[in-house]
């Protein structure tokens, strides 16, 4: 069963929201009981897991270094994390002490938190791919020292690269074609290493995510940019030709894939990689033609040539994900796309970042 509403739930106005996430940042001075701790839950993925979770009566330790303020696509999935009396908010970057400390007593970590812009890992860009992937280390090392007994690590599809020959399944080689691919590869082996390590009490699975979308995507995403290209009449860059095929995921069933994650029983020492997409496959023209049927309103693409880093057409085999986790994608295509629009129609100016570089998870 839900747990029982906090008192300081709902706040009706800026203030009493600024105090109610003061109260919730106190630490922790005993576990609590079925717990979840998630890393990046200010985040799209995360607010949305979030709120998964706790709707089934798990407890649900957040963390994310970003103030809760600076997240405005999140803010309303975040404000409902407070009518439950079960969620606590740690505000803290991965790597800091206090994560660790408060890995105590945790059932699963979910570590969602990494930098996520493909285009800006080139160069200079890199520095904030490789903290993501030492403090993935450094949350490993917590949840070996604590005793953690699971740990479900987001990875992406971008690891494949053209080896995957354009079905992508997780016996196949990698080759990872930008930074980012690298950095999300490095992050799922870790976990592995990890849970094999002699004397692990650790099992990993790690979750390689497709092209994600939904409510509080960043609008660098590209079903976002379509929509918000539609919205002002704007062309959105197209990079390539626009015809390869990607598997689209809508949200739920990101989080769904998730939670099955954390609930399959596994031994210590034991590990997965399983693919996590949608059940549609569609190029991303195809996609802009049902974003323009949705809105009503053409979408216009502009060639921008190749980009360096744009993962080659990738669709998603779910067979693993069926054998071992009972997963079945729910969210078709067009229907996430129409539940898409409905949310963003409801804010009426349109989201920054229309030309912005994609981003990914």
């Given amino acids: ?11 009706s106005n800026g203030a009493a929201l600024t ?6 940042d106190e630490p922790l001075t005993t576990p609590l009981p079925g717990t979840v701790l998630v890393t990046g839950v200010c985040g799209f993925i995360g607010s949305h897991l979030a709120l998964a979770l706790l709707k089934r009566g798990v407890a649900v330790v957040g963390v994310d270094a970003r103030p809760v303020n600076a997240c405005p696509l999140t803010s309303g999935q975040l404000r409902r994390l407070y009518d439950y009396s079960g969620f606590r908010l ?24 990494a ?20 403090e993935t280390q450094r949350l490993l090392d917590g949840c070996a020292s604590q005793r953690v007994p699971r740990v479900v690590v987001a990875s992406s599809s971008h690891v494949y690269g053209p080896a995957c020959g354009g079905i992508a399944r997780e016996d196949q080689p990698v080759e990872p074609t930008s930074p980012y691919g690298v950095s999300k590869l490095a992050a799922e082996r870790l976990a592995l290493a990890y849970a094999r390590r002699p004397g692990s009490t650790l099992s990993a699975v790690a979750l390689r995510f497709f092209t ?56 210590a020492g ?40 744009d993962a080659a057409g990738t669709r998603a085999d779910l067979t693993r994900a069926g054998r071992v986790l009972g997963f079945v994608p729910q969210v078709r295509l067009r229907e996430g796309l129409v539940r898409m629009w409905q949310h963003m129609s409801s804010d009426p100016s349109p989201s920054s970042g229309t030309n912005a570089s994609t981003s990914a998870v």
């Fill in 1 to 11: 069963m839900p747990a029982q509403p906090a008192s300081s739930s709902n706040p």
């Fill in 19 to 24: 105090s109610a996430w003061r109260r919730v």
């Fill in 90 to 113: 740690l505000t803290a970057k991965v790597a800091d002490p206090e994560v660790a400390n408060a890995l105590y007593g945790v059932d699963t970590v979910v570590h969602l938190a």
């Fill in 115 to 134: 930098a996520t812009d493909v285009a800006a890992s080139w160069g200079a860009g890199f520095s904030a791919h490789a903290t993501s992937v030492l």
């Fill in 212 to 267: 994600a979308f939904g409510p509080g995507c960043n609008p660098a995403m590209v079903v976002p940019r379509l929509f918000n290209a539609a919205r002002t009449g704007q062309a959105m860059p197209l990079f390539g030709d626009g015809n390869a095929l990607h598997t689209w995921t809508y949200v739920s069933d990101l989080v769904d894939a998730v939670i099955r994650s954390a609930e399959v029983p596994m031994h």
């Fill in 270 to 309: 034991s590990t997965e990689v399983i693919n996590v997409a949608g059940a549609d496959q569609a190029s991303l023209i195809q996609v802009a033609d049902l974003v323009g049927e949705i809105t009503g309103r053409r979408v216009a693409l502009e060639p921008y040539g190749e980009r360096a880093g």
